[in-house]
C-alpha cells in the first residue's frame, strides 16, 4: 500500500511543487512587500483557525476508517464527523466575523484575514473528502482532488493579484478553487452518510483523539509563525515579507516531498498496525524511514548550497536579497519539521497516545517564544532564524524520546550515515562550481549536486538503490526479451 501510494501521489507531489514555487515566482514580484506581508500574516491566522476548529475532525477520518471500516461501521462513522462538520460550521461565520469586526487591526490585514477565515469552511470540508479518499486507498481520487485544489487555488490567486486585489488574493483564490471542488465531490461523499446514526458517543472519542492532535498542530503553527509576529512587532511588514519569501522557497520545497511521502505512509501505516499488527507496522515504517531520509536529507543539503542563485531566479528584487541569507537556514528547519511532524509523530497517532505528542509540540513551541523574545530583538532577522533552528532541533529530540514511549518506530541509522556522507561529497563537489549568479549557476549546481548523490546513491545502496534499479533493468529486459 506504501509504493502504490507513492506513485500515486507523485503527480501531487509534482504540482504542488510547480505551484509552490509558482506562487513564489509571482506572489513576489506582483505583490508589493508589504502586501506580501499582509498575505503571510493572513494565511498563518487562517492555518491557525483552521487547525483549532476543524482539524480534529480530519484527523480523526484518517485514523479510524480502517478499524471502522473492519468493524462494518463506517455509516455512523461518516455520519458522526459530517454532522459534527455541520454543527461547527454553523456557528462560525458569526464568531469570526464578530472578533474580526471589533478588532482594531489596519484595514488591509483585517480584509485578508476575512477572506482566509471564509476560505477555511470550503476547504476543511475538501479536506474531509480528501482524508477518506486516502484512507480508503482510493489514491486516484484523493490526488484528483488535491491537483485541482491546489493548481485551481493558484490559478485564481494569480488572477485576482494581477487585478490589484492586494494580500487576500491567494487566499481568496484557495477558497474558490476548494468550494468548486466541493460541487462534484460532495453529493459522492454524502450518499455514504445515508443509513447511519449521529453518535454522540463516537463524538467524544474522536474529539478525545482528535482534539490533542489539533491543539499540537496548533504549537507546531505557533513554532512556524511566532517569529513573523515578532518580527511585524518589533520590526516592520516589509521584514516580514523577505522573511517569509525565503522561508517558503526552502520550507514549501521540502514540505511538498514530506507531504507527498506522508500520504502514502499515513495511511499504509494504519492499514499494516490494523491489520497485521506491530511486525507488519515496523516493515512498513521502516521503509516510509528510509526513502524520507534518502530524498529529503540530499535536498535540504542542495537547497541550503543554491540559496544565492535560487533567489535570483525565483523572488522578485525587491525582496530576493534578504529571502537568499533565510533559505540555508530554514532548509535545516524544515528537514528537522519533517522527519518530525511525518514519522515520529506517527507512534503517536497509531497509539492513539495523542497527549503524548500534544506534550512533544509543547517544548519546541515554548522555546521559540523564548528564544525569539530574547534574539529578534537584538539581532533581528538573523535572531528569527538561530531561534528557528533550535527549537526544530529540540522538537525532533523531544518527539523521538516521548514517541519510544507511545509506540517505538525503528531508526534507520545506517541509511541516515550513508545518505549524510554522500550529501556532504555532495556539498564539496557543489562547492566547486563557480559562481556566476542567476539561472546558470543554479543549473549548473543542481546538476553536479544530483549527478553526484545519485552515483554515491547507487554505489552505497542507499535505500536500496542498486538493488531496486537492478530489478528495474531486469524487468524491462524481460519485457523487451
Same mark, same amino acid.
Given at each position: 500500500?506504501?509504493?502504490?501510494?507513492?506513485?500515486?501521489?507523485?503527480?501531487?507531489?509534482?504540482?504542488?511543487?510547480?505551484?509552490?514555487?509558482?506562487?513564489?515566482?509571482?506572489?513576489?514580484?506582483?505583490?508589493?512587500?508589504?502586501?506580501?506581508?499582509?498575505?503571510?500574516?493572513?494565511?498563518?491566522?487562517?492555518?491557525?483557525?483552521?487547525?483549532?476548529?476543524?482539524?480534529?475532525?480530519?484527523?480523526?477520518?484518517?485514523?479510524?476508517?480502517?478499524?471502522?471500516?473492519?468493524?462494518?461501521?463506517?455509516?455512523?462513522?461518516?455520519?458522526?464527523?459530517?454532522?459534527?462538520?455541520?454543527? @461547527?460550521?454553523?456557528?462560525?461565520?458569526?464568531?469570526?466575523?464578530?472578533?474580526?469586526?471589533?478588532?482594531?487591526?489596519?484595514?488591509?490585514?483585517?480584509?485578508?484575514?476575512?477572506?482566509?477565515?471564509?476560505?477555511?469552511?470550503?476547504?476543511?470540508?475538501?479536506?474531509?473528502?480528501?482524508?477518506?479518499?486516502?484512507?480508503?486507498?482510493?489514491?486516484?481520487?484523493?490526488?484528483? @482532488? !488535491?491537483?485541482?485544489?491546489?493548481?485551481?487555488?493558484?490559478?485564481?490567486?494569480?488572477? @485576482?493579484?494581477?487585478?490589484?486585489?492586494?494580500?487576500?488574493?491567494?487566499?481568496?483564490?484557495?477558497?474558490?478553487?476548494?468550494?468548486?471542488?466541493?460541487?462534484?465531490?460532495?453529493?459522492?461523499?454524502?450518499?455514504?452518510?445515508?443509513?447511519?446514526?449521529?453518535?454522540?458517543?463516537?463524538?467524544?472519542?474522536?474529539?478525545?483523539?482528535?482534539?490533542?492532535?489539533?491543539?499540537?498542530?496548533?504549537?507546531?503553527?505557533?513554532?512556524?509563525?511566532?517569529?513573523?509576529?515578532?518580527?511585524?512587532?518589533?520590526?516592520?511588514?516589509?521584514?516580514?515579507?523577505?522573511?517569509?519569501?525565503?522561508?517558503?522557497?526552502?520550507?514549501?520545497?521540502? !514540505?511538498?516531498?514530506?507531504?507527498?511521502?506522508?500520504?502514502?505512509?499515513?495511511?499504509?501505516?494504519?492499514?499494516?498496525?490494523?491489520?497485521?499488527?506491530?511486525?507488519?507496522?515496523?516493515?512498513?515504517?521502516?521503509?516510509?524511514?528510509?526513502?524520507?531520509?534518502?530524498?529529503?536529507?540530499?535536498?535540504?543539503?542542495?537547497?541550503?548550497?543554491?540559496?544565492?542563485? @535560487?533567489?535570483?531566479?525565483?523572488?522578485?528584487?525587491?525582496?530576493?536579497?534578504?529571502?537568499?541569507?533565510?533559505?540555508?537556514?530554514?532548509?535545516?528547519?524544515?528537514?528537522?519539521?519533517?522527519?518530525?511532524?511525518?514519522?515520529?509523530?506517527?507512534?503517536?497517532?497509531?497509539?492513539?497516545?495523542?497527549?503524548?505528542?500534544?506534550?512533544?509540540?509543547?517544548?519546541?513551541?515554548?522555546?521559540?517564544?523564548?528564544?525569539?523574545?530574547?534574539?529578534?530583538?537584538?539581532?533581528?532577522?538573523?535572531?528569527?532564524?538561530?531561534?528557528?533552528?533550535?527549537?526544530?532541533?529540540?522538537?525532533?529530540?523531544?518527539?523521538?524520546?516521548?514517541?519510544?514511549?507511545?509506540?517505538?518506530?525503528?531508526?534507520?541509522?545506517?541509511?541516515?550515515?550513508?545518505?549524510?556522507?554522500?550529501?556532504?561529497?555532495?556539498?564539496?563537489?557543489?562547492?566547486?562550481?563557480?559562481?556566476?549568479?542567476?539561472?546558470?549557476?543554479?543549473?549548473?549546481?543542481?546538476?553536479?549536486?544530483?549527478?553526484?548523490?545519485?552515483?554515491?546513491?547507487?554505489?552505497? !545502496?542507499?535505500?536500496?538503490?542498486?538493488?531496486?534499479?537492478?530489478?528495474?533493468?531486469?524487468?524491462?529486459?524481460?519485457?523487451?526479451?
Amino acid at each position: 500500500m506504501f509504493w502504490k501510494g507513492v506513485l500515486g501521489y507523485l503527480p501531487v507531489n509534482l504540482v504542488q511543487g510547480v505551484v509552490g514555487m509558482l506562487g513564489i515566482v509571482v506572489f513576489t514580484r506582483v505583490l508589493r512587500p508589504q502586501d506580501y506581508g499582509v498575505y503571510a500574516l493572513a494565511f498563518s491566522v487562517m492555518s491557525l483557525v483552521h487547525t483549532a476548529v476543524f482539524l480534529w475532525l480530519e484527523a480523526a477520518m484518517a485514523r479510524f476508517y480502517a478499524p471502522e471500516a473492519e468493524a462494518g461501521r463506517l455509516p455512523g462513522h461518516f455520519r458522526t464527523l459530517y454532522g459534527a462538520f455541520a454543527l @461547527l460550521a454553523a456557528g462560525f461565520p458569526l464568531l469570526a466575523g464578530t472578533v474580526l469586526w471589533v478588532w482594531p487591526a489596519p484595514t488591509p490585514l483585517k480584509i485578508a484575514i476575512g477572506a482566509g477565515l471564509a476560505t477555511i469552511l470550503f476547504r476543511s470540508l475538501a479536506k474531509l473528502v480528501q482524508e477518506r479518499r486516502r484512507a480508503a486507498g482510493d489514491v486516484r481520487a484523493a490526488a484528483l @482532488l !488535491d491537483v485541482t485544489m491546489t493548481a485551481g487555488g493558484f490559478a485564481a490567486g494569480a488572477g @485576482l493579484a494581477l487585478a490589484g486585489f492586494g494580500g487576500a488574493s491567494p487566499l481568496v483564490g484557495m477558497g474558490a478553487a476548494a468550494a468548486v471542488c466541493l460541487v462534484f465531490a460532495l453529493p459522492t461523499e454524502l450518499k455514504q452518510v445515508r443509513g447511519g446514526p449521529f453518535e454522540p458517543a463516537r463524538a467524544r472519542m474522536y474529539a478525545a483523539y482528535g482534539v490533542p492532535v489539533s491543539l499540537s498542530l496548533i504549537l507546531s503553527l505557533a513554532l512556524a509563525t511566532t517569529d513573523r509576529f515578532l518580527l511585524a512587532a518589533y520590526l516592520n511588514e516589509t521584514s516580514v515579507g523577505v522573511y517569509h519569501a525565503g522561508y517558503s522557497l526552502a520550507n514549501r520545497t521540502l !514540505d511538498v516531498m514530506f507531504i507527498w511521502l506522508g500520504m502514502a505512509g499515513g495511511p499504509a501505516a494504519i492499514a499494516a498496525l490494523e491489520r497485521g499488527g506491530k511486525a507488519a507496522l515496523h516493515e512498513t515504517a521502516r521503509e516510509q524511514a528510509r526513502l524520507m531520509i534518502a530524498l529529503a536529507l540530499p535536498a535540504a543539503v542542495g537547497l541550503a548550497l543554491v540559496a544565492r542563485p @535560487l533567489a535570483d531566479v525565483m523572488i522578485g528584487e525587491r525582496l530576493r536579497a534578504g529571502a537568499a541569507e533565510v533559505t540555508p537556514w530554514i532548509a535545516a528547519s524544515a528537514f528537522l519539521a519533517g522527519i518530525t511532524t511525518y514519522y515520529f509523530h506517527t507512534a503517536f497517532t497509531l497509539a492513539r497516545r495523542t497527549g503524548l505528542l500534544l506534550a512533544a509540540m509543547a517544548i519546541p513551541a515554548a522555546s521559540n517564544v523564548v528564544l525569539c523574545l530574547v534574539l529578534i530583538p537584538r539581532f533581528g532577522l538573523q535572531g528569527a532564524l538561530w531561534a528557528t533552528l533550535a527549537s526544530y532541533g529540540l522538537g525532533a529530540a523531544a518527539s523521538f524520546g516521548l514517541g519510544r514511549r507511545a509506540l517505538a518506530l525503528p531508526v534507520p541509522w545506517d541509511t541516515a550515515a550513508r545518505a549524510a556522507a554522500a550529501s556532504a561529497a555532495m556539498a564539496l563537489a557543489v562547492r566547486l562550481v563557480p559562481a556566476g549568479g542567476g539561472a546558470l549557476e543554479l543549473f549548473a549546481k543542481a546538476g553536479v549536486g544530483v549527478a553526484v548523490y545519485g552515483a554515491l546513491a547507487w554505489l552505497l !545502496d542507499i535505500c536500496g538503490a542498486r538493488t531496486h534499479s537492478g530489478r528495474l533493468v531486469r524487468a524491462l529486459q524481460a519485457r523487451i526479451a
